[in-house]
């Protein structure tokens, strides 16, 4: 018997990526039976080429998406950093599966933001120019996301010293 569930979330999942565990997501996928699946950016791994190689397990999970769907799942996809392509058809539905850059859910009379953590990241043409160098742009970028950080809390201007998560919270409000 399948576990009902209000919400799924499922976030940077990467299909086609070495690391992707896609058999046993289809195993979790199988056993739950959710009213909304948010699939929550960068579904599918592009960092490595421009065209990801996906095995017969990833295939299956888009099987198991579409399965959810036809049973009345509400499907929304969340545009992540690797989802340029989406943020162009965002507020489209397609195939019951609604493409957003954000949303908002009210759930039991509250206001809930879900959204891509990349937003608050670095500005996208920078990670458009690393993801043309495979893992070395990935780390790259990570090293760009730190120095960025460490700029900001130790520049001379600033009044107060803001941490990720201060900035986290400043950007999400902007966002909302």
Known sequence: MKRQVDICVLSDVHLGHPAC????????????????????????????????????????????ILHLAGRGTKIYYISGQQDQFFRKLANRPFLNIHLRNKLILQLQGKKHLFFHGDILSLPNWVHILLRHQGSKGFDRRIQLQLWGEWLQRWRPTMKHRQTTPD???ERALQIA
């Not at 009213?35 to 099987?63: C, K, M, W």
């Open 21 to 64: 565990q896609a058999d046993k997501l289809v195993q979790y996928m199988e056993g739950i039976a959710p009213n909304v699946l948010i699939l929550n950016g960068d579904f599918i791994d592009r960092s490595r080429t421009h065209d990801p190689v996906l095995t017969q397990e990833a295939y299956a999970v888009f099987e198991q």
């Open 167 to 169: 900035l986290f919270r």
